[in-house]
């Protein structure tokens, strides 16, 4: 089975745990911790994916980090994972736990890319618009690409609206060059 696949049915016994005990906003958040550690740490990555280290090391070390930080049903949670043997993908279900938790949520991630920064104003507004076209919460990040030459493209999940000039000049040149 993929790594994915396992990681995706922990997050979501995860997601049933939390939610059967009312901490579903708290074990996010710890999540959120959690997932910003380890991207800051690829040594504890490195050790928590090595077969050749022992289980209980593993487990004596995500306690001397997390341990009395992060609510105590998430470190229960940590050691069934590591006596597992599953202590390799506790990041990919971390950061599948925050997927699951989005989707429970309905929350949907958006990237606007343009050819500037926009300001405050304008991400609130184009966000708004996005929210009441899906009729979901959005979150939506800005990032700068200046070879869009102006305008903006807007991609929410798997959809994408290209209103930038390069993508209508390359629209136009292969009208030109069908033609």
Do not use: C, W
Not at 43 to 64: S, T, W, Y
Not at 107 to 135: C, F, M, P, R, Y
Not at 139 to 155: A, E, H, M, Q, Y
């Amino acid at each position: 089975m993929s790594e994915f696949k396992v990681a995706s049915r922990y997050a979501k016994s995860l997601i049933d745990l939390a939610q059967e005990q009312g901490t579903l906003e708290v074990v996010k958040k710890d999540m959120e911790q959690f997932i910003d550690t380890l991207r800051a740490n690829s040594e504890l990555q490195a050790v928590l994916k090595n077969p050749i280290m022992k289980q209980d090391k593993k487990r004596n070390i995500l306690d001397a980090l997390f341990g009395g930080k992060i609510h105590p049903s998430i470190v229960a949670f940590f050691h069934i994972m590591v006596r597992k043997g599953r202590a390799g993908i506790l990041y990919a279900t971390a950061r599948e736990f925050i997927s699951e938790y989005n989707e429970v949520k309905g929350i949907v991630h958006a990237t606007v890319v343009s050819a500037a920064k926009l300001s405050a104003k304008n991400l609130d507004g184009l966000q708004k618009v996005i929210a009441s076209e899906i009729n979901a919460e959005v979150l939506l990040r800005n990032t700068v690409d200046p070879s869009l030459i102006g305008g903006f493209v807007v991609k929410v999940g798997d959809q994408q609206i290209d209103a930038s000039i390069s993508g209508k000049l390359n629209k136009l040149r292969r009208h030109f060059e069908i033609a």
